[in-house]
């Protein structure tokens, strides 16, 4: 199979809950059509768990939404992530093109649970502002629907990334407004350095840097 340039054989991914959401479902069901005799099994977790997974080889690829500390890992990075305020139509914020940092600390605030890449970013993002005080957090929920959900009712605002908000924006059920400083993140691919040697998964990898690029402006603005 080798010599004749047949693709076949089983991978496990590992992906974050964003990106399971948002970004692979579409990817993978291309990969799919060009490669039929390719099984792909797909684990979702929240970043520190695909990362030990990847760690523990309990998958072969994972794909997260923070940056990864483990040094012996390759990490590959796929596209960058814009991160966004929402807030419900009737909120004060909401005719507001742009809301600095400083003001997220004034409103309810409702977060992801310990251990997200989402959670992560956005505390680190506050680390580095000086002068801003911690956020009033009044729910932790453990996915990117529940957020949006708990936003919709009124009940706080939040920060998620644009790419799981398309479908609110467009149906007006939420508002994005733009973060001062604004806030990126790396979506990336993380592996063992040995996996490369697996012909499947070089070919996934490099239909997924492929698909990175073509999709890199998804969900902006």
């Known amino acids: 199979r080798e010599m004749t340039g047949e693709v076949s054989g089983a991978l496990t991914i590992g992906a974050s809950t964003t990106i399971a959401e948002y970004m692979l479902p579409a990817l993978l069901g291309d990969f799919r059509s060009k490669y039929p005799d390719v099984s792909i099994h797909l684990k979702v977790s929240n970043t520190d768990g695909i990362v030990s997974m990847v760690e523990n080889n309990t998958i072969d690829l994972g794909v997260v939404e923070a940056p990864v500390s483990n040094k012996n890992l390759v990490v590959d990075e796929c596209r960058r992530d814009q991160l966004v305020c929402i807030v419900p139509p009737g909120h004060p914020k909401a005719k507001a093109k742009i809301i600095k940092l400083a003001e997220l600390t004034d409103?309810?605030?409702?977060?992801?649970?310990?251990?997200?890449?989402t959670r992560e970013v956005i505390a680190e993002y506050i680390h580095s502002v000086k002068g801003v005080g911690e956020l009033n957090v009044v729910m932790e929920l453990g996915s990117p629907e529940s957020v949006k959900g708990a936003v919709e009712a009124g009940m706080g605002i939040s920060v998620v990334s644009r790419a799981t908000i398309q479908k609110e924006l467009k149906l007006g059920t939420?508002?994005?407004?733009?973060?001062?400083p604004p806030l990126e993140r790396?979506?990336?691919?993380?592996?063992?350095?040995?996996?490369?040697?697996?012909?499947?998964?070089?070919?996934?990898l490099e239909f997924a840097r492929n698909y990175c690029v073509e999709h890199a402006h998804d969900g902006e603005a």
């Open 174 to 180: 939420l508002v994005a407004i733009e973060l001062d």
């Open 186 to 204: 790396p979506f990336s691919f993380v592996h063992q350095k040995q996996k490369f040697r697996l012909r499947v998964m070089e070919e996934l």
């Open 107 to 117: 409103h309810p605030y409702i977060c992801r649970e310990e251990g997200s890449g």
